[in-house]
């Protein structure tokens, strides 16, 4: 074998690997709530992806949540979809901030379950997350959620023929607790 021959192998080896390994982030912790910011928005999250699939699980716990119709106890979970977005480039990914470490995700219209017992049904949510370790924002990670629709107890079609208790609700900020992104993520290099 020639020495061309090895290296061009090995290359398209560390490519091939490079595509396949996907991107993984975690991230647990909370947020703090809108209405008073000494309280706790409790999340959790599990996402992987590779050239199939994408898989995300989350939680989310707001018991003061602030909507445009008063207070209400946002809890729900929701599993689908994200994508990679890079700040400053992609429109989905406006609000994050520019410098990114791990890089950021985005997932838009996830269904997700409430799992407040007094306000059953489902609904989509928005969510934006971002690993920032040790670059902008004092090395501190970033949150953003965002409630489309629901629940919605009628089953059917998205979105509600109503707007349910949790529509228009959101929250942002920065993760008391942790975000990784990890295994090409898309980190943003300005």
Partial sequence: MSRMWWRRLCLGFAALMLLSTGCQATGMGFI???LVPGDKA????????????????GSYHDPQGVTPTGVVDVAFKGS?????????VDPTCAKAPANTKGGCLVGLFVPY???NPNIPGTGTYSVLLCDLEGTGGGGKDFMLISIGSGPCMVPGPEPCPAPGPYTDYSNSGTPSG?????????????
Wanted: charged share 5%; glycine share 14%; proline share 9%.
């Fill in 32 to 34: 703090p709530s809108l």
């Fill in 80 to 88: 689908g979809g994200l994508q990679k977005c890079t700040p400053g």
């Fill in 178 to 190: 942790n975000i990784t992104c990890t295994g090409g993520c898309a980190p943003f290099v300005p």
């Fill in 42 to 57: 409790n999340f959790g999250f599990v996402f992987n992806s590779s050239l199939t699939s994408q898989d995300f699980s």
């Fill in 113 to 115: 379950t409430s799992q």
